[in-house]
């Protein structure tokens, strides 16, 4: 059981919205910077968001991130079906543990 | 081009010990804090172990303190995690990561070498 709580999965239809929420509390989320990373299947972890709403150099536009308090949202516009895969939302727990979400499976219909 | 390649990972019996590589280029090792990061097969990422550039800062997840021990070797441009004690729960892809900076994220990640830790 992971202390950042996400949605176990998500679908949406191609050219769709979708948002994954990740829930934590103040000791992680709440004081923390948070992160997105993606995960194709059968390759590494991505990042996609870093500082709650930046995005790397070469990551779309349609992904964006936000936080509020102690929850943060992963939004993905315009769904591709290349963009299925896992997502997992991560953060800092204190000042050197790091904690990651259980995860969110990532359907495009 | 950022290049992290881990290697070491086996099939290896319970309470077994190895030691896992990562080999890093495309950036100055020596500045960046590194992380270990495990998935076991069909789960979630967890993360495992960290070291700072120096190794001035070193901590572990819960789940692996007293049994894993992180170092580098920043002359090599190398990470290493020492694994003493294997559990079969210790059975995962192992991901050495480099981490952006003031907490701004793992920004790259190796492809992952798997431990199977048999009874």
């Known amino acids: 059981q992971s202390v950042l709580t996400q949605p176990p999965s998500v679908s949406a239809a191609p050219g769709q919205r979708v948002t994954i929420s990740c829930s934590g509390s103040s000791s992680n989320i709440g004081n923390n910077y948070v992160s997105w990373y993606q995960q194709l299947p059968g390759t590494s972890p991505k990042l996609l968001i870093y500082d709650n709403n930046k995005r790397p150099s070469g990551i779309p536009d349609r992904f964006s991130g936000s936080k509020s308090g102690t929850s943060a949202t992963l939004g993905i516009t315009g769904l591709q079906t290349g963009d299925e895969g896992d997502y997992y939302c991560?953060?800092?727990?204190?000042?050197?543990?790091?904690?990651f979400g259980g995860g969110t499976k990532l359907t495009v219909l | 081009e950022v290049q992290l390649v881990e290697s070491g990972g086996v099939v290896i019996q319970v309470g077994g010990s190895l030691r896992l590589s990562c080999a890093a280029s495309?950036?100055?090792?020596?500045?960046?804090?590194m992380h270990w990061v495990r998935q076991a097969p069909g789960r979630g990422l967890e993360w495992v172990s960290l070291?700072?550039?120096?190794?001035?800062?070193?901590d572990y997840a819960d789940s692996v303190k007293g049994r894993f021990t992180v170092s580098r070797d920043n002359s090599k441009n190398s990470l290493y995690l020492q694994i003493h004690s294997l559990k079969t729960e210790d059975t995962a892809f192992y991901y050495c990561?480099?981490?952006?900076?003031?907490?701004?994220?793992?920004?790259?990640w190796g492809q992952g070498t798997l431990v199977t830790v048999s009874s």
């Open positions: 070291i700072s550039w120096d190794a001035g800062t070193i």
């Open positions: 990561a480099k981490d952006q900076g003031n907490y701004k994220g793992l920004d790259y």
């Open positions: 991560g953060t800092w727990d204190g000042v050197s543990v790091i904690l």
């Open positions: 495309g950036f100055i090792f020596g500045n960046f804090m």
